[in-house]
């Protein structure tokens, strides 16, 4: 089982930009392809992206297409969340995952995700 642990959250302001950090151990995240969500309170939980396990493939939520992009860099086993033109209403945790797999360019479905990180968050000021 892979553990992964997020970083880089914080509060910003409206417009501004964030990185986050997905660091994982345990396993390589070679054989893993990987997502990021959100959860803002009171709501459900938010598919925001994924990528395949060779990065060649990425996939984003309707409401973070164009202001978020997410790369890994499989050789330091982390995945990262470009956050950019941030909004209010982009304010959650945000948490990253795992999904085992054995194809290079795929992407999961969203609910295939067996490992998941305990979050960061983010708070964007207006």
């Known amino acids: 089982q892979v553990q992964l642990v997020e970083s880089g959250g914080g509060l910003v302001q409206a417009g501004d930009s964030l990185r986050l950090s997905c660091a994982a151990s345990?396993?390589?995240?070679?054989?893993?392809?990987m997502g990021w969500f959100r959860q803002a309170p009171g709501k459900e939980r938010e598919f925001v992206g994924a990528i395949s396990r060779n990065g060649i493939t990425t996939s984003y939520g309707d409401s973070v297409k164009g202001r978020f992009s997410i790369s890994r860099d499989n050789a330091k086993n982390t995945v990262y969340l470009q956050l950019n033109s941030l909004k209010p209403e982009d304010t959650a945790v945000y948490y990253c995952?795992?999904?085992?797999?054995?194809?290079?360019?795929?992407?999961?479905?969203?609910?295939?995700?067996?490992?998941w990180g305990q979050g960061t968050q983010v708070t964007v000021s207006s």
């Open positions: 345990g396993r390589t995240l070679r054989m893993y392809a």
């Open positions: 995952a795992a999904s085992f797999s054995v194809y290079d360019t795929t992407i999961p479905s969203r609910g295939s995700y067996e490992n």
